[in-house]
């Protein structure tokens, strides 16, 4: 395990992802430490052929797979780099194509409802409305929602700094709703949360800046107070913001840089969502394709 944990180590100080991401690493690259017993420095083709068919066999879709077996590779990747082994078996077989299912997103009837529960005399509910309202209102990913400092924030224009993957910069924009909710925030529910002297945005009820996974805890409690029979990750919040954008005239190229997209093929996915929206308006619309 020692070098699973090196490994994780690195991920955090020399890669800088987040939370969610390493952990995702950890639990794909422990899973293979104990399907070989433990025994991950003298792999052979063939433990990693089997290896496969035991993702299959476990019913795993294929972008699933695929996730496991690129956190694995970069793991021997590393090992390789340190001079631990000589070369790495992973690199002879390939990811399963993956699967063109559409980014999942937020109808406008639930969201609206999301909007509703929250009982803003509570500081914690003013800090929970407005992780809601910015993560909508930005589309930036959790990793980067938490990182926030109060000096990253640019009042007079609405405009956030937001340190992206690769440590890349972008300014995202808030809308009004947003500016509300933000303000309420800093002016009563953050003061109250305030134990130590910190600029980041969201605090803790210790006063702490807050992790990933208290974020995604909090959205659990939003659905379930709204009374909504679906699960909502945060990054179905960047895909219902992608979308929106894209239904109402946003232009590609703009959303791309808000997301912090590096190629335009990854913003792509969206148009067909989109697209499904612009069919059921002219199936709904055009008389002579409504249903006799």
Same mark, same amino acid.
């Given at each position: 395990?020692?070098?699973?944990?090196?490994?994780?180590?690195?991920?955090?100080?020399?890669?800088?992802?987040?939370?969610?991401?390493?952990?995702?690493?950890?639990? $794909?690259?422990?899973?293979?430490?104990?399907?070989? $017993?433990?025994?991950?420095?003298?792999?052979?083709?063939?433990?990693?052929?089997?290896?496969?068919?035991?993702?299959?066999?476990?019913? &795993?879709?294929?972008?699933?797979?695929?996730?496991?077996?690129?956190?694995?590779?970069?793991?021997?990747?590393? &090992?390789?780099?340190?001079?631990?082994?000589?070369?790495?078996?992973?690199?002879?077989?390939?990811?399963?194509?993956?699967?063109?299912?559409?980014?999942?997103?937020?109808?406008?009837?639930?969201?609206?409802?999301?909007?509703?529960?929250?009982?803003?005399?509570?500081?914690?509910?003013?800090?929970?409305?407005?992780?809601?309202?910015?993560?909508?209102?930005?589309?930036?990913? !959790?990793?980067?929602?938490?990182?926030?400092?109060?000096?990253?924030?640019?009042?007079?224009?609405?405009?956030?700094?937001? &340190?992206?993957?690769?440590?890349?910069?972008?300014?995202?924009?808030?809308?009004?709703?947003?500016?509300?909710?933000?303000?309420?925030?800093?002016?009563?529910?953050?003061?109250?949360?305030?134990?130590?002297?910190?600029?980041?945005?969201?605090?803790?009820?210790?006063?702490?800046?807050?992790?990933?996974?208290?974020?995604?805890?909090?959205?659990?409690?939003?659905?379930?107070?709204?009374?909504?029979?679906?699960?909502?990750?945060?990054?179905?919040?960047?895909?219902?913001?992608?979308? $929106?954008?894209?239904?109402?005239?946003?232009?590609? !190229?703009? !959303?791309?840089?808000?997301?912090?997209?590096?190629?335009?093929?990854?913003?792509?996915?969206?148009?067909?969502?989109?697209?499904?929206?612009?069919?059921? !308006?002219?199936?709904?619309?055009?008389?002579?394709?409504?249903?006799?």
């Amino acid at each position: 395990m020692k070098y699973i944990n090196d490994f994780i180590e690195y991920l955090k100080v020399i890669k800088k992802y987040s939370e969610h991401t390493i952990l995702n690493y950890k639990k $794909d690259i422990e899973d293979f430490y104990y399907y070989m $017993d433990s025994n991950i420095l003298n792999i052979k083709h063939d433990d990693v052929s089997a290896y496969l068919s035991y993702l299959y066999d476990n019913k &795993l879709n294929r972008n699933s797979i695929s996730r496991h077996l690129s956190s694995i590779r970069s793991f021997y990747n590393y &090992l390789v780099h340190e001079d631990i082994i000589k070369e790495n078996k992973f690199n002879e077989i390939n990811n399963p194509k993956k699967s063109n299912s559409l980014p999942k997103y937020i109808k406008d009837n639930d969201l609206e409802k999301m909007f509703l529960v929250f009982n803003l005399d509570d500081k914690l509910e003013q800090r929970n409305s407005l992780i809601l309202e910015m993560l909508y209102a930005t589309g930036i990913r !959790v990793s980067e929602l938490v990182n926030i400092k109060i000096s990253d924030i640019n009042f007079y224009d609405n405009t956030i700094k937001i &340190l992206g993957k690769g440590n890349k910069e972008r300014i995202v924009i808030y809308g009004s709703f947003c500016a509300d909710s933000l303000d309420r925030y800093l002016n009563d529910g953050r003061l109250k949360l305030l134990k130590d002297d910190t600029d980041y945005l969201f605090l803790n009820k210790d006063g702490k800046k807050i992790t990933e996974r208290s974020i995604r805890k909090i959205l659990d409690k939003i659905i379930q107070k709204a009374s909504l029979d679906i699960h909502i990750s945060p990054h179905m919040l960047r895909h219902t913001f992608a979308t $929106d954008l894209l239904n109402n005239g946003a232009d590609l !190229v703009s !959303v791309k840089e808000l997301l912090g997209h590096e190629s335009l093929n990854t913003t792509s996915i969206y148009t067909h969502v989109s697209q499904e929206q612009v069919k059921k !308006v002219y199936e709904m619309t055009h008389p002579r394709a409504k249903e006799k």
